[in-house]
C-alpha cells in the first residue's frame, strides 16, 4: 500500500501537469509547520478562481475515486471535491479563488517530506490564518505547535493579520482575533521563561 507522502507526490505530478496552481495545507502543512501529528488524508487548495470550477472537478473526478455519489454537484455547490486514491486515502480539495487562497498558493514552498520527494506546501503563515479561521479545537491545538515550533518572532504577524482580520470580519467572528492574540501572548509568554 503506497503511504500519503506517495499519494501526494502522484497527485502533485499529476497538477503540475495540467500547469494547475496549488498546495497542500492541513495536516501535510502541519507536519512541517507544527508539531508532526498522524494525518491519514490530504488536504490542499487548487486555484479554479469563480465559474471556471467544471473542468478542474471533471478532470479529479476522472483521475480519482470520488467520496460521494453527489461528489460533482457538491463541489461546484460548496468548492470543495471529495476524492479518494485506489488505497483509499482520503483527498479534499479546496476549491480557491479568495485573494487569499490565491496568495497562499502564490507563496507556497517545496518542502522535502521523503528523500528525493518535495511536496508544494503553504507557509507557516498561511496556515495560520486557515486553522485561526476555521477555529476547531483541534485547529487551536495545531495553532499553538506553529508558534512554538516556529517562535512567534521568526513568523511574518503583518502578513498574518493583513489577512486573518478581513477573513474574520466576512464571517462575523471576531473571537477568532481574539482567540489567536490570546494563544500568541501565551505563547510568548512562555518563550520569555
Known amino acids: 500500500m503506497k503511504d500519503l507522502v506517495e499519494e501526494a507526490a502522484e497527485l502533485q505530478v499529476l497538477l503540475e501537469g495540467q500547469g494547475w496552481d496549488f498546495c497542500f495545507i492541513g495536516g501535510l502543512a502541519i507536519q512541517r509547520w507544527s508539531e508532526p501529528r498522524l494525518t491519514k488524508d490530504m488536504d490542499l487548495t487548487l486555484l479554479t478562481g469563480f465559474g471556471a470550477e467544471e473542468p478542474f472537478v471533471d478532470f479529479l473526478l476522472a483521475h480519482y475515486t470520488p467520496r460521494r455519489a453527489d461528489a460533482r454537484e457538491f463541489a461546484l455547490t460548496h468548492r470543495v471535491l471529495l476524492l479518494q486514491t485506489a488505497s483509499g486515502i482520503g483527498i479534499d480539495i479546496a476549491l480557491a479563488g479568495?485573494?487569499?487562497?490565491?496568495?497562499?498558493?502564490?507563496?507556497?514552498?517545496?518542502?522535502?517530506?521523503?528523500?528525493?520527494?518535495?511536496?508544494?506546501?503553504?507557509?507557516?503563515?498561511?496556515?495560520?490564518?486557515?486553522?485561526?479561521?476555521?477555529?476547531?479545537?483541534?485547529?487551536?491545538?495545531?495553532?499553538?505547535?506553529?508558534?512554538?515550533?516556529?517562535?512567534?518572532?521568526?513568523?511574518?504577524?503583518?502578513?498574518?493579520?493583513?489577512?486573518?482580520?478581513?477573513?474574520?470580519?466576512?464571517?462575523?467572528s471576531p473571537e477568532i482575533l481574539s482567540h489567536l492574540k490570546g494563544l500568541l501572548t501565551a505563547v510568548r509568554e512562555s518563550e520569555r521563561s
Open 98 to 172: 479568495l485573494p487569499f487562497e490565491e496568495s497562499a498558493v502564490r507563496r507556497s514552498i517545496l518542502v522535502e517530506y521523503a528523500p528525493g520527494v518535495r511536496l508544494r506546501t503553504c507557509t507557516a503563515e498561511d496556515l495560520i490564518v486557515m486553522k485561526a479561521f476555521a477555529d476547531r479545537p483541534q485547529d487551536r491545538i495545531d495553532l499553538r505547535g506553529i508558534l512554538v515550533r516556529q517562535g512567534t518572532g521568526n513568523l511574518d504577524w503583518k502578513h498574518i493579520w493583513d489577512h486573518l482580520t478581513p477573513l474574520a470580519e466576512v464571517k462575523e
